[in-house]
């Protein structure tokens, strides 16, 4: 298969074409709701990572929702834009800037975040919740191999 004689190497591809059309999945049941709410997949999760973590420049945001710099500056530009955040200079240090909500941002997300979330839940109402808990921890495992070969 794949022109591949290495059984390791065929069932990582397997697998990796399995997890992608499982994202896709279930990123098609969740975005259509997302985009009439007039946001992105990556700016709600730049306004729940803020809601959660608080304030934070643009490059831990990027981290944060795995997005290029260069993206999340596009994706904090609109979002100023409809005055859901703003930025920020860092009192500590006065280089930095932090993007931060407003107060329009913070009523947004609360609002829309627990609605989000049970989007989610039921576009993975396919697998029970121990099911979820050890894809979660296997996927998790996935994530931390890829950091440590880097």
Do not use: C, W
């Not at 591949?4 to 999945?25: F, G, H, I, Q």
């Not at 994706?75 to 703003?86: A, F, P, Q, Y």
């Not at 909500?101 to 829309?112: D, F, K, P, Q, V």
């Amino acid at each position: 298969m794949y022109g591949v004689e290495d059984p390791a190497v065929e069932e990582a591809v397997r697998t990796y074409v399995k997890l992608m059309r499982a994202s896709r999945s279930v990123q098609a049941r969740i975005e259509p709701a997302l985009a009439a709410r007039g946001l992105t997949p990556t700016q709600l999760g730049v306004l729940e990572a803020l809601l959660h973590k608080g304030a934070m420049t643009h490059r831990e945001l990027g981290r944060k929702v795995l997005t290029s710099a260069a993206n999340m500056t596009d994706v904090v530009d609109k979002l100023e834009r409809r005055e859901l955040v703003r930025r920020v200079r860092d009192r500590a240090d006065r280089r930095a800037v932090r993007v931060e909500l407003t107060e329009a941002g913070r009523a947004l997300i609360e609002h829309l975040f627990p609605r989000h979330a049970a989007d989610i839940a039921r576009a993975m109402a396919g697998l029970p919740v121990g099911e979820l808990r050890a894809l979660g921890d296997l996927l998790r495992r996935l994530g931390a191999a890829e950091t440590e070969s880097d």
